[in-house]
C-alpha cells in the first residue's frame, strides 16, 4: 500500500469521551455493546440497586484476587456470557482492560490447554496495529480472564461514519489493517473473529486490532453453535464469518479465513452494506445464504467500484478458499497495482488490459510523445498542401503579367517604327515621335528589368518554400520510421521512453544532417522531453551539441543557439551544477538582449535564472543586481501580482536578508505577502513560508510580538501540511525557539524544542 499523504492525525479528545473501547470487543456469541447495555439494564430491573452494586463489587474482589497485580477501577460491559473492566497496574499506573469469560462447557481447563499456544504467539505479538495481550488464565471458578492494552477510540465503523471518509481514504485505512493481519499471519496466528466492533481506531487514527486468540478458547468461529442461535444480533457475527467457519470445517480454516473476513469489511467500507441481504431471522438459514449465493456486485450499489476494486472484492470473497487470494501479501500488492495503474491478478490479463494500464500510469507523458508526433506531420502537411500551393500561384500571376506588359511595350515600339519610315516628310514630327517611343521604349526595358528582379525573388521564395516542404516532410516520414522501429521491438514502460529517446537522437544526428537548424530544433526537442523524464544528463548532453552545432552553422545570435543555450542553462541548474552552468546563463543574457531586447519577457526570465544560480553559489552582491533588474522589468511589463513577479520579489528579499539589509527585506515579503493573500490560487504553504521569513526578520529587528504571531501561524500551517520531519517545518520550528530565546524566555524554547 502506498503510505498516506497529508493524512490528518489528529482525533478531539471530545469525540473520544463516549466511547472508551478496552481492546475487546464480543465473545465469539456474546451480544454487541447495544446489547450488553440492555442485558446489563434487564439485570438491574430483576434485583434491586444496592443488591446490583454490591454483587458487582464482589466480582471486581473475586478478580482482583486472580491478577494481583492489577486494581479494578469500575466495569465496562457486561453480558450473560462475559464482563469487562477497566483496570491499571498498580505499581506502573499502566491502564489495562481485563475481560472475563464465564466458564462454559466450553470454557474449561482442557480448552485452555487446547489454546495455550496460540494464546501465548498472541502474548508475543508487538505491532502498533495489534492491541497488545498481557496475559490470560483461569480464575477459581473456571471462568478465563484476558489482560490487554486499554485501547480509548471508537470502532470501525463508527469511524468511517463520523468522518465521511473518501474512497480512497478508506482504501488506505483498510490496507493499513491488512498490515497488521499479516504481521499476525507471519507468527502463525490466526484472528478467526475479524469485524469492525473488532477493530479499533485510536486518538491519533491508528486502527488496532483486537481479540486475538479470544475465538480460540470460545471456539464460536466453528459452525453454527446453540449458543449462537437464541442471540438475537447473530447476524452481527455470521456476516464477517467464511463459509468454511460457518459449515463447521475446522481443517479447512487457515489464513484465507481471515481473508475472507477482510473481504467482508472492506465490501462494507465501500458500500456501506453487507454482501448478502437475508430478510431471514433464522441463523442457519443465514449461513445457508453465505454458503451457497453469490454476493451483490460491488458496482450495483457503487458504479465507481466497477472494474479492478470490484475484482478485488469479489475475490477476497470466492466461496471456495483456494479461489480466493492466498495470503494477505497477495492482496496488499494488488492494492498497490490498483493505486499505481498496474494489471491487478484478480482480472485475468489480455494485450488490451495491459496497455490501458500502462496509457493510464505514463499518461502526460504518452500524450507529449504523441502529440509532439502529430504536431509535426500536421505541420509539415499544413506547410506543403498550403505555402507551395500559394507560392506556386503568386508566381505563375507575376510572370503572366510580367510576359503582357513586355508584349504591349514591343507593340508600341513597333508601331513608332512604323510611322517614323511611313513620315520622312515630317521628320521633325517623327524624331518626336521617335524620341518619345525610346523612351517609353526605355521606360518598358526599366520595368522589365524589375518584374525579372521581382521574378528571381519569387522564385527564390518558391524555392526556400519547396525546401520548408522538404523539410516538414522529412521531419513527419522521421517519426513515423522511428515508431515503427521500437514498436517492432515490443518495449514497453518508462524505459521504452527513454529507449525510444536514445533512438530518435541516434536517428536523427543522420537523419537531418543536411540541415543543421531542422537538426538542432529535433535536438532540442528530445532534449526538452528527456528533461520531463528526469533524464537531466542526457538532456544537457543533447542540448550541448544542438548548441555547438547550431553556433557552428547558424551563429551566436540566431534564435536556435539562444533555445540551445537556455536548454542547457535549465539541464545544469536541474543537476544542481551551478558552477558549470554560470557561464551559460551569462552567454544567454547577453544573447537574448540582443535578439529580443532588454526589457523582453525572455530576457527578464534568463535575467532571474542568472540570480538563481548566483544565489545557489551565496554570491549575493551579484544575484541582488540580477533579482532587482528582474524584479523592476517583470513589474512593468508582467505587473506585480503575476507569478514570475513574485517569485523575483521573494528572492530579492532572501538575498536583501542575507545580506543584512533587514528593512527592505521586510519591505519585499510584506508586498508578497499581500499578493499571495489575495490569489486564491497561490499555493498556502508558499504564503505560510514567507510569513516565517517575515517573522524571522522582524525578530531581528526587535518587533517581537508581531514576530511571534507570525512564526507560530507559520509553524503550524506547514507542519499540517508535510509533517513534521520536512525541512521547511524544522527551519520553522527553529525561527520559533530562536524568538523564544531572543526574548529571555528560555522555558518555552526548552518546551517548544521537545515539541510540547
Not at 464469518?241 to 460457518?246: N, S, T
Not at 490498483?338 to 493510464?360: D, N, T
Not at 512593468?636 to 528593512?663: C, E, I, K, N, Y
Not at 511571534?708 to 524544522?730: I, M, P, Q
Amino acid at each position: 500500500m502506498k503510505p498516506d499523504r497529508d493524512q490528518d492525525a489528529n482525533f478531539a479528545d471530545d469525540l473520544m469521551d463516549h466511547a472508551e473501547t478496552t481492546g475487546f470487543d464480543g465473545d465469539g456469541g456474546a451480544a454487541s455493546k447495544n446489547e450488553a447495555a440492555v442485558s446489563t439494564k434487564q439485570r438491574q430491573d430483576k434485583a434491586a440497586p444496592i443488591e446490583a452494586e454490591q454483587e458487582s463489587l464482589d466480582e471486581q474482589t473475586k478478580i482482583e484476587r486472580v491478577v494481583q497485580n492489577y486494581r479494578v477501577l469500575r466495569t465496562i460491559s457486561e453480558t450473560a456470557t462475559s464482563v469487562v473492566y477497566k483496570a491499571e497496574h498498580k505499581r506502573t499506573k499502566r491502564r489495562v482492560s481485563i475481560k472475563v469469560i464465564y466458564a462454559t462447557q466450553n470454557t474449561n481447563s482442557e480448552t485452555i490447554n487446547r489454546a495455550r499456544v496460540e494464546i501465548e504467539r498472541a502474548v508475543h505479538l508487538r505491532h502498533p496495529g495489534i492491541a497488545e495481550l498481557i496475559e490470560a488464565g483461569t480464575t477459581d471458578e473456571g471462568h478465563c480472564y484476558f489482560i490487554s492494552d486499554f485501547v480509548k477510540g471508537v470502532t470501525l465503523d463508527e469511524y468511517v461514519s463520523i468522518h465521511k471518509l473518501s474512497t480512497m481514504d478508506r482504501l488506505k485505512l483498510f490496507g493499513r489493517i491488512c498490515d497488521a493481519l499479516q504481521y499476525a499471519h507471519q507468527r502463525c496466528l490466526l484472528h478467526r473473529d475479524l469485524r469492525p466492533s473488532n477493530i479499533l481506531i485510536d486518538g491519533k487514527c491508528n486502527p488496532r486490532i483486537v481479540g486475538f486468540a479470544v475465538a480460540a478458547v470460545t471456539e464460536v468461529d466453528i459452525g453454527v453453535s446453540q449458543d449462537l442461535i437464541k442471540k438475537r444480533q447473530f447476524g452481527e457475527f455470521l456476516a464477517y464469518k467464511a463459509p468454511e467457519q460457518i459449515s463447521g470445517r475446522r481443517h479447512d480454516v487457515d489464513v484465507r479465513t481471515d481473508l475472507y473476513s477482510m473481504g467482508v469489511i472492506a465490501y462494507e467500507l465501500l458500500t456501506q452494506r453487507l454482501p448478502y441481504h437475508v430478510k431471514s431471522a433464522n441463523p442457519r438459514e443465514y449461513a445457508d445464504v453465505i454458503n451457497r449465493e453469490m454476493p451483490a456486485k460491488p458496482s450495483s450499489v457503487n458504479n465507481g467500484l466497477r472494474g479492478d476494486l470490484e475484482a478485488i472484492l469479489l475475490k477476497m470473497l470466492a466461496k471456495d478458499p483456494a479461489e480466493r487470494y492466498q495470503n494477505i501479501a497477495d492482496t496488499l500488492l494488488d492494492l498497490e497495482n490498483y493505486f499505481e495503474q498496474r494489471p491487478i491478478s484478480a482480472r485475468p490479463l489480455g494485450a488490451f488490459y495491459e496497455f490501458r494500464k500502462l496509457a493510464a500510469r505514463y499518461k502526460s507523458r504518452s500524450i507529449s510523445v504523441a502529440a509532439l508526433a502529430l504536431a509535426m506531420v500536421l505541420f509539415g502537411l499544413h506547410i506543403h498542401r498550403t505555402t507551395r500551393a500559394s507560392e506556386r500561384n503568386k508566381l505563375l500571376t507575376q510572370i503572366q503579367a510580367l510576359e503582357a506588359t513586355t508584349a504591349n511595350q514591343k507593340m508600341q515600339r513597333d508601331t513608332a517604327m512604323m510611322e517614323m519610315q511611313i513620315a520622312q516628310e515630317k521628320m521633325s514630327a517623327a524624331q518626336a515621335a521617335q524620341k518619345s517611343s525610346d523612351q517609353q521604349a526605355q521606360t518598358a526595358l526599366a520595368q522589365l528589368g524589375t518584374w525579372r528582379d521581382k521574378a528571381s525573388v519569387a522564385t527564390a521564395d518558391a524555392q526556400r518554400a519547396e525546401r520548408d516542404a522538404e523539410r516538414a516532410e522529412t521531419v513527419a516520414s522521421f517519426f513515423p520510421d522511428l515508431f515503427q522501429s521500437n514498436i517492432a521491438g515490443e518495449i514497453v514502460g518508462q524505459t521504452a521512453s527513454l529507449l525510444l529517446l536514445d533512438e530518435a537522437a541516434s536517428l536523427a544526428a543522420g537523419y537531418f544532417d543536411g540541415d543543421p537548424q531542422l537538426q538542432s530544433s529535433v535536438f532540442l526537442n528530445i532534449a526538452r522531453a528527456y528533461q520531463n523524464m528526469n533524464a537531466d544528463e542526457k538532456a544537457t548532453a543533447l542540448a550541448k551539441s544542438a548548441l555547438q552545432k547550431a553556433r557552428d552553422e547558424l551563429g551566436e545570435r540566431h534564435e536556435v543557439t539562444v533555445e540551445a543555450l537556455n536548454r542547457v542553462t535549465a539541464g545544469l541548474f536541474a543537476q544542481r551544477n551551478v558552477v558549470e552552468a554560470e557561464p551559460y546563463a551569462r552567454q544567454l543574457v547577453t544573447a537574448s538582449e540582443t535578439l529580443f531586447g532588454t526589457e523582453h519577457v525572455k530576457t527578464l526570465t534568463a535575467v532571474h535564472n542568472l540570480g538563481m544560480i548566483y544565489f545557489l553559489q551565496d554570491n549575493f552582491a551579484d544575484a541582488g543586481d540580477m533579482f532587482q533588474r528582474a524584479l523592476d522589468g517583470r513589474r512593468a511589463t508582467l505587473g506585480a501580482p503575476d507569478p514570475r513577479t513574485v517569485a523575483s520579489m521573494h528572492f530579492l528579499g532572501r538575498v536583501r536578508f542575507a545580506q543584512g539589509r533587514l528593512a527592505d527585506a521586510e519591505k519585499l515579503w510584506r508586498e508578497e505577502i499581500a499578493i499571495q493573500s489575495e490569489d486564491a490560487s497561490a499555493p498556502r504553504w508558499k504564503l505560510a513560508d514567507v510569513r516565517g521569513r517575515l517573522g524571522q526578520c522582524l525578530t531581528n529587528l526587535g518587533k517581537f510580538e508581531e514576530a511571534e504571531g507570525l512564526l507560530l501561524d507559520s509553524h503550524a500551517d506547514l507542519r499540517d501540511r508535510f509533517g513534521d520531519d520536512h525541512k521547511l517545518v524544522k527551519e520553522a520550528k527553529q525561527r520559533v525557539i530562536d524568538l523564544y530565546k531572543a526574548t529571555g524566555r528560555e522555558d518555552l524554547a526548552e518546551r517548544f524544542t521537545k515539541g510540547s
